[in-house]
């Protein structure tokens, strides 16, 4: 595969989840790895989709018309190829036809950085996975949070990101690798 025809994906990297509402958080590099990887894509003209979460629930940092529904300023001056919005967690279930979109230029391998690990990062990969593209996915440049079980119990930000490495690994969804790596390949 050559880098021609990867493109970054960028999930919901959103102000809304710096408010403390959300818990404590894991990889506090996050945000500088995805930074890395906007600057290595536009420095060689590579395809850049950013995806904002647009939430329809009320009180909802994430709710369109609400600062925290803007992208955090690691985006600033991005020139993405396409931006849209979804209110689910797959990108591949947004505002735009994201496969179509990919499959119309010829882009059968993507890199998925965001925010959350486990879920709206971990969902694209995963659809990304079964509708057939090499999906890498820059652990390393996305962060969780802490969350409750239905039996109360907690697992932390860190227990769930290994649980998505594990997952999309071991499903075969996903390479699991780290922003180093991934610009080393550029």
Known sequence: MTTETKALIVI???RGFDRPVWGPRNNPGAEANIKALVDAWQERGLPIV????????PGSSLRPGQEGNHFKPELDGVRADLMFGKKVNSAFHGDIDLDGWLKTRGITSFVLAGIQTNFCCETTARVGGNLGYDVTFALDATFTFD??????????ADELYRATATNL??????????????????
């Open 12 to 14: 919901d990297v959103q």
């Open 50 to 57: 950013l995806v904002h979460h647009d939430s329809v629930k």
């Open 169 to 186: 690994h071991g499903g075969g969804f996903a390479t699991v690798t780290s922003t180093k790596e991934i610009l080393s390949a550029l």
């Open 147 to 156: 969350l409750a079980g239905p039996d109360g119990g907690v697992l932390t």
